[in-house]
């Protein structure tokens, strides 16, 4: 065991952390100031769910002992045999450590959902959709590509730090949610404004300082691949930033700080599962397709009617989707040796196996996502009433307000 990487895993531990409450922020600025606190709720409560989930029987679903190469079986539940020594997966950190790493994931992705369906669902229903997604679709999409004997694993897909099992997965899920709760009251014929930019602006401050946790922490060592993933994380950031901002600017006629934000954050996301396999160029080149990709994918919900209300699908969905076939592009072995070369280096069957990859994830996210939302809509109800939306879920969910003046 390595007590520097020990000491650089906890940090990044720490700070992947630290992105939910950015990411509370970052949706609560976004909706109208009636929804604040339901919304930073959303991502508050996971958590102290996932956290409970992951120790029963979460872990161990997502990284125990290989079933089919599908999910983990059940041999580490309550965490049985995951202690201070180097686990399977980290052979210089305690397994305990790389757990804790790994929680902090599971505890995001389902937080990232909440944005589609904010300012309608009740709580009721966000506490089962959420325990309940986590547990038939998080886990087993994250063994498929990190577990041992995961079968996207063994095909070669590369996801340094979740793409796939993160950003398209989650995107997937807040689609299906968007589609199937229907549109806020208003949406298309009255103004919905976010209610605090600055809030937002904050929010996407935190979450571009622990992405460096989210990436670079990744490698699971304090060496060459955490250098690489930390820079290229603050390229390709910086780079879509730029891009989506020149995109608005074009459109739109001016450019805005809430297009900066939105940059930085596709950026973080498209680099994301190329982080550690791809050059400073490369990821330049990520990034700027990154920011105007997703800045152009916003306009599909208006041209195909769904109501996301805070852009999942174009941010975490188009984003995560071009940084997943991205790594297939511009990966390279002089890079990573652990990794593999891309289309661009030579290698096309890569590109290929991050296609396929993707599009399992798709698949899988977008009819478990529906079926469970069909489950918690029979049992709980997904919706809040028409008098409680308009009242604003603070209130109606919460009876409470974020505001006294």
Known sequence: MNSGDTSFMLLATALVMFMTPGLALFYGGLVRQKNVLATIMHSIFCLG?????????????????????????????GLKGVGLDPGPYADTIPGLLFCAFQLMFAIITPALISGAYAERMKFSAFLLFTVLWSTFVYMPVCHWVWGQGGWLGRLGALDFAGGTVIHINSACAAFAAAVFMGKRKGWGQEAL????????????????????????????????????????????AGCALM????????????????????GAVAGLVAVTPAAGF?????????????GALCYCAIFLKTRFGYDDALDVVAVHGVGGLWGALATGLFASLYWNPDGADGLFFGNPNQFLIQAAGAGASIAYSLVVSLIILKIVDTAVGLRVSEEDEIMGLDLSQHSEIGYTQ
Do not use: R
């Open 49 to 77: 769910i996932i956290s409970i989930i992951w120790v029963l029987y979460g872990y161990s679903l997502a990284f125990g002992p290989d079933i089919g190469g599908i999910v983990g079986n059940l041999d580490l539940i």
């Open 193 to 236: 404004h976010p209610h605090n930019l600055p809030m937002t602006i904050l929010g996407s401050g935190i979450l571009w300082i622990g992405w460096f946790g989210f990436n670079a922490g990744s490698a699971l060592t304090a060496g060459k691949i955490a250098t690489l993933a930390f820079f290229t994380t603050q390229i390709a």
């Open 243 to 262: 891009s989506w901002v020149a995109a608005e600017w074009i459109i739109q006629g001016k450019p805005t700080t809430l297009g900066a934000a939105s």
């Open 278 to 290: 791809v050059g400073p160029v490369s990821a330049i080149i990520i990034g700027l397709i990154a």
